[in-house]
């Protein structure tokens, strides 16, 4: 009788019983890396990887929690599924104190009861009990980017430590799919961000004045140099007839494509309530309103807002909120213009005032964005005001237009080396001698 026979036969069952182990192990990573890899989206990926986790580990929950980029802290985004993917998510909470640990052992955790563990037992509960935990590292390039975790082993015995293998090779997988996945939304939201922004330039671009108005008796100009990411700044010219002219500045809050939507709706607003023949506080008054019931609440505008008779070499003017603009007399006396009220769209029925001054012979008007006067150089010192005071009176005799060269041509020269951060737009207004 051969008595090793039994031995043997034990040996081929375990064998047997390896192999077949080894093949649904190669057989569900195959699976998973070709799913996992012909999915485009970052959610489809994450929730195809926590439901071939809960197949092929045999639990009855699953987990993937990315980590947030800028703080490994505070997990950014956490899908949890069940078994069956019909299911509603259920609330299963991951604490911070799981992600804590792995961040701080970056291994693999197995934890078969949790009632006994003093880490994490306060994730036990009796609506969605958590009995058992096995949770690996999400690793690229020797940095975490996330925890995959499974819940509730069905096996007795719990989880294994080829249950830990699987896992973590799937987790390894994973991680580097995720990461290009990742990658490539932030690429595609960089791409659409400088498509708006480039539409955002177009706008804003499209509503400045095409030319410099006539004004008999002035000389009038304006122009707007915006920074690299499209800010609100804005300045129009309002003709009322031959002898009426009407022009504003304004820097609207925020960039981009909403900024350049809210300077279309006050330019609008502005030109109708002009052509009305409405008075400057008027005017502001119902952009105010116009700007507060139609746009969200963090968007407003400061706004300067001013008309020439030149019938009666009269300038009315309405500032709600913006940089007080420098009123020159032909002798440099200096009046800075702040009658008004709070800047537009920040509350409503908002009382704003005016004010009528003479505009006479030689006097000089300049009006303009704070990109001029907050312009910094390397020192982090901003141009001013002052210095912005001395170049006017320095070069008051030069025509607007060259005038509003010399003032955008100092401030680049003072920021040299610095990126433009805001627009600088300048405005003036000339009464001829």
Not at 200 to 228: F, N, R, T
Not at 308 to 319: A, G, H, M, Q, V
């Amino acid at each position: 009788m051969n008595t090793g026979e039994p031995a043997v036969q034990n040996q081929l069952v375990e064998e047997n019983r390896r192999l077949k182990a080894a093949v649904e192990e190669l057989s569900a990573l195959n699976e998973i890396a070709t799913a996992i890899t012909s999915t485009q989206t970052l959610e489809q990926i994450v929730d195809l990887i926590v439901r071939k986790c809960v197949k092929h580990i045999k639990v009855e929950q699953g987990a993937v929690m990315l980590l947030d980029e800028k703080d490994e802290s505070k997990p950014f985004h956490t899908m949890i599924r069940k078994q069956d993917s019909l299911s509603n998510i259920l609330p299963y909470r991951l604490d911070a104190q799981l992600t804590g640990w792995m961040l701080k052992n970056k291994n693999p955790l197995i934890v078969n009861d949790l009632t006994t563990d003093p880490r994490f037992k306060f994730m036990v509960t009796n609506d969605f009990p958590i009995k058992s935990l096995l949770s690996v590292p999400m690793m690229v390039k020797g940095k975490m980017i996330g925890l995959l975790t499974t819940f509730n082993k069905k096996a007795e015995a719990g989880f294994t430590v080829g249950d830990q293998r699987l896992l973590g090779i799937i987790a390894a997988q994973s991680a580097h799919v995720i990461e290009n996945a990742r990658l490539y939304q932030e690429e595609q939201s960089l791409i659409r961000l400088q498509e708006e922004m480039r539409l955002a330039y177009e706008i804003q671009v499209d509503l400045l004045p095409k030319s410099q108005p006539v004004l008999p008796g002035y000389k009038i100009a304006g122009k707007s140099i915006p920074a690299k990411d499209v800010g609100g700044d804005y300045f129009d010219f309002i003709p009322d007839g031959d002898k009426i002219l009407a022009f504003c500045l304004g820097d609207i809050s925020g960039k981009g494509i909403p900024a350049a939507l809210l300077m279309a709706n006050l330019q609008a607003t502005l030109r109708g309530q002009t052509l009305m023949g409405k008075d400057c506080k008027d005017c502001v008054s119902f952009a105010n309103e116009i700007l507060y019931h139609n746009t969200a609440p963090n968007k407003f505008a400061t706004l300067f807002y001013g008309v020439i008779d030149s019938t009666k070499n009269e300038l009315n003017y309405c500032n709600a909120g913006h940089n007080n603009p420098f009123y020159f007399s032909h002798d440099n006396k200096l009046t800075p213009l702040d009658k008004g009220g709070l800047i537009v769209g920040i509350m409503p029925s908002v009382p704003y005032e005016e004010e009528k001054i003479p505009f006479n012979s030689g006097d000089l008007l300049v009006i303009f964005s704070d990109g001029v006067t907050e312009a910094m150089n390397a020192a982090e010192e901003e141009f001013g005001e002052q210095k912005l005071i001395d170049l006017i009176i320095k070069n008051r005799h030069e025509s607007p237009e060259n005038l509003i060269d010399i003032i955008i041509n100092n401030v680049k020269i003072f920021t040299s080396g610095q990126a433009q951060s805001d627009d600088i737009t300048v405005v003036i207004v000339k009464r001829d001698d």
